[in-house]
């Protein structure tokens, strides 16, 4: 078939000899992801499958449209038959050879309310399971395949075959029905998620992990967990136990989280947030507090010039670092933090903060600076989490232009904001071969009270505006750099705690977090307008 770029093409199949006539669906192509389509189609095809309907008709069946889900389904080529829908005998079956999505097979046939078997013979009616072998595809996709009364979805890896399922169990919900025809469908970006500050607010486990399932049928895949800052420690420790808040996580309760995210094929990438946001910290080491020359506390900063202030966070970093693993999920990543350190807010840090100046020149060199400082601590940091074979990550706003130390150039930047000290416009961070993940605070960010001009999102100006390319404020980077940006987090800021309950928080984020899962899998114009979506996530639940 030949290949068009620019536009969508529709090409309608008729079957000689046989009673199906097809509409096939195909998206622009890009070899960035391995033939599968770049990331950030931004202004190409509609994010939903269009079709050019046969005039032929067979047996009394409509040619099928796309299931309805959140997010669409990048293509579907229709087909006329009756779909699927369960019946007396159905089942999920695993096929033989893919023992490995057993989770995956029991958790849909739980959802469906029909039985699970492994390396039966499928027939009409049964939804089945298979890993694709040896056929190159892009990681997390997936084709289902619906014809004669039965549904076979087939991935590369589990997390596909998965996202395969959350389909299926959607468009049962919405319609009752799996349409007939093949759904070819894949992420446009790697990272996808939900950022949360247990730290400044206490969330239970239980609330914890409805998110994740939330998460899980929006095929998002990362839960950022935020858990120390000045308000709150929020993870029981061996090493500190002093600096844990009253309300709390035990071990046990944080293994058991990451247990069904990772069921779920959801990374918890943790983050203990250095060197300031550590009052939580500080409360029990006041000696470790930042003071400047006239003797006044830096609210949160511990003063990096003392060697007791790395060993204390060192230790902390090294206590958790197996704690985010689980036999699913490998726990790469970890948040080193970084921002908002109160030394570099000061309109002359040397001269307010002449013993981080002293510091910076006697272990970095007669030019090092108060900001060379605070970038070799971060390193430091990331330098102790590396054997543990952890990615890491950092705000962008702990990234500095010059110097005389260079922040860790495979570290990845979590861009926010373009408003702190020191924070840069996006395009330098991608001009430096570095690779971003989108937090702009202009859209994606809940904050608890509504403080510095924030306003709640209602998800509308994500869906209608917003794309990955989008990092600051609300203009796009230029399209050359999107394979730089690995896509996004929405994000939950607790900065006045009270102001909302737990079940406000979750009602809150309901329709934001959708719209964002379905520019993260999908960042073209969506085909629904924003009350049609809003009708659809209502009918999904």
């Not at 959140?70 to 019946?87: D, K, L, N, T």
């Not at 998965?162 to 007939?180: H, V």
């Not at 918890?268 to 506390?297: C, F, M, Q, W, Y």
């Not at 108060?370 to 702990?398: C, E, F, I, M, S």
Request: aromatic share 8%; with cysteine.
């Amino acid at each position: 078939m030949r290949q068009v770029h620019g536009a969508l093409a529709a090409v309608a199949v008729l079957v000689a000899g046989a009673a199906v006539t097809a509409a096939v669906v195909v998206w622009p192509e890009d070899d960035t992801w391995g033939g599968h389509g770049p990331p950030g189609d931004d202004d190409r095809a509609p994010a939903s499958a269009t079709y050019s309907p046969s005039p032929t008709p067979s047996r009394n069946y409509p040619l099928s449209r796309a299931p309805r889900t959140i997010p669409s389904v990048r293509e579907h080529e229709a087909a006329r038959g009756p779909g699927w829908q369960p019946e007396a005998g159905s089942r999920v079956l695993v096929a033989a050879g893919s023992k490995g999505l057993a989770d995956e097979g029991q958790l849909l046939a739980s959802e469906l309310k029909i039985p699970y078997a492994y390396g039966a013979t499928a027939r009409p009616g049964d939804v089945e399971l298979a890993l694709a072998q040896g056929r190159k595809a892009a990681p997390e996709s997936y084709t289902l395949d619906t014809r004669d009364r039965q549904v076979r979805i087939t991935g590369p890896d589990e997390a596909g075959v998965f996202y395969g399922t959350r389909t299926l169990k959607q468009s049962f919900l919405a319609d009752r029905t799996m349409p007939e025809g093949v759904v070819r469908d894949r992420p446009d970006r790697p990272q996808r998620g939900l950022n949360l500050d247990i730290a400044r607010k206490n969330f239970t486990a239980g609330w914890i992990e409805d998110r994740l399932r939330e998460m899980a049928d929006l095929k998002l895949n990362q839960l950022g967990l935020h858990f120390s800052d000045d308000q709150g420690f929020r993870i029981a420790s061996d090493s500190h136990p002093e600096v844990v808040s009253r309300e709390h996580l035990t071990k046990a309760q944080v293994r058991s989280i990451v247990a069904l995210a990772g069921r779920l094929h959801i990374e918890v990438v943790p983050e203990i947030d250095s060197p300031g946001h550590l009052g939580a910290v500080l409360r029990t080491h006041p000696e470790l507090e930042l003071r400047n020359a006239k003797g006044v506390a830096a609210r949160g900063a511990v003063d990096i010039s003392k060697p007791r202030a790395a060993q204390i966070v060192d230790e902390l970093l090294k206590e958790y670092a197996g704690l985010f693993s689980s036999k699913h999920s490998p726990g790469t990543y970890w948040h080193l933090g970084g921002d908002e350190y109160r030394a570099l807010m000061a309109d002359d840090p040397e001269a307010s903060y002449p013993q981080l100046a002293t510091a910076a020149r006697r272990s970095l060199g007669s030019r090092a600076t108060v900001q060379d400082l605070a970038t070799a601590w971060l390193n430091a940091r990331g330098a102790v989490l590396r054997p543990y074979g952890k990615k890491l990550k950092a705000w962008n706003d702990g990234y500095f232009r010059g110097g005389t130390v260079a922040p860790d150039p495979s570290r990845e930047v979590e861009y926010w904001t373009g408003k702190e000290y020191g924070a840069r416009e996006p395009v330098e961070y991608l001009k430096e071969g570095r690779r971003l993940v989108n937090l702009n605070d202009e859209y994606l960010y809940y904050v608890l009270g509504e403080p510095n001009d924030f306003r709640y999102p209602t998800g509308r100006r994500i869906y209608e505006e917003w794309t990955p390319r989008v990092l600051r404020g609300t203009s796009a980077v230029p399209a050359r750099y999107s394979g730089q940006i690995l896509g996004g987090r929405f994000a939950v800021w607790c900065d006045y705690a009270n102001a909302q309950t737990p079940a406000q928080v979750a009602a809150g984020i309901r329709m934001p977090l959708r719209a964002t899962a379905q520019k993260l899998w999908d960042p073209r114009k969506p085909v629904l307008g924003w009350k049609d979506f809003g009708a659809l996530a209502k009918r999904l639940g």
